[in-house]
């Protein structure tokens, strides 16, 4: 069972206002909950779009890690990282947007008719720093995006030469750097779109064996 670290963990915020002067913080209510979770000797960064799910039970760790029944941490394990050959103890994982929101960013981007990452926008540039801090002190081999909407922000924040839909850029593993740091990077779907869409199911295994490699083969040795 993977276990939070602590909040004050260094690159992570233990508090923060960057986002207080956002039009929408207001109303919506962002507050630092979640810590994030990290393994004894992390090389693998999941990084997920943000805390905020529908249910009766408050996520206290990035991506419902410490929750057991979690059907996101038990796809992770099962049809993630056992077959890539990555323990837990291996893993960092993090959220683009460190806030939980009163509700989901969807259904307030449906209320205020604009798109969801048009309403994550500015949360995802005053976290963008803290993001930054987590890739330099943890260092990882690889950064795995959960999703189009992280993948999106991440390629066009940082200017990769990565297709912006996960669709064309799926399957492959991508060198990238920020800063000083050069690391992979693969970009992932989520849950239901990697098991429900033929087109993520049938390359599903290929991609394993790709980022199998790239998690036993640093990308200085390369």
């Known amino acids: ?22 039009p ?9 909950k979640a810590a994030p979770f990290r393994g004894e000797a992390p090389k693998v960064m999941l990084v997920g779009q943000d805390p905020t799910i529908v249910s009766s039970r408050p996520v206290m760790t990035v991506l419902d890690l410490d929750n057991g029944q979690s059907p996101l941490r038990n796809w992770l394990e099962t049809d993630l ?13 993090t959220n683009l947007v460190k806030c939980t929101f009163s509700d989901t960013p969807n259904r307030i ?7 969801m990452l048009d309403f994550l926008a500015p949360y995802i540039e005053h976290c963008s720093e803290h993001l ?12 795995i995006a959960l999703g189009q909407p992280v993948h999106q922000a991440l390629v066009g924040r940082l200017r990769w030469s990565i297709p912006l839909s996960m669709r064309e850029a799926f ?4 060198a990238v750097e920020l800063g000083s740091h050069c690391f992979q990077y693969m970009p992932c779907p989520h849950l239901n779109t990697a098991r429900c869409q033929p087109f993520y199911k049938a390359r599903w295994p290929e991609m394993l064996q790709k980022l199998k490699a790239a998690v036993v083969t640093p ?3 390369l």
């Open 132 to 143: 930054g801090n987590e890739l330099r002190c943890i260092k990882p081999t690889v950064v």
């Open 81 to 93: 990282l056992i077959p890539s050959g990555i323990d837990w103890s291996a893993v960092y994982a």
């Open 219 to 221: 990308l200085h040795t």
């Open 1 to 22: 069972m993977p276990s939070a670290c602590p909040n004050d963990f260094s690159p992570y915020p233990n508090t923060c206002r960057k986002c207080q002067n956002i």
């Open 24 to 32: 929408s913080a207001t109303r919506y209510c962002p507050s630092l």
């Open 171 to 174: 399957g492959e593993i991508y």
């Open 109 to 115: 981007a449906k209320k205020l008719g604009i798109s």
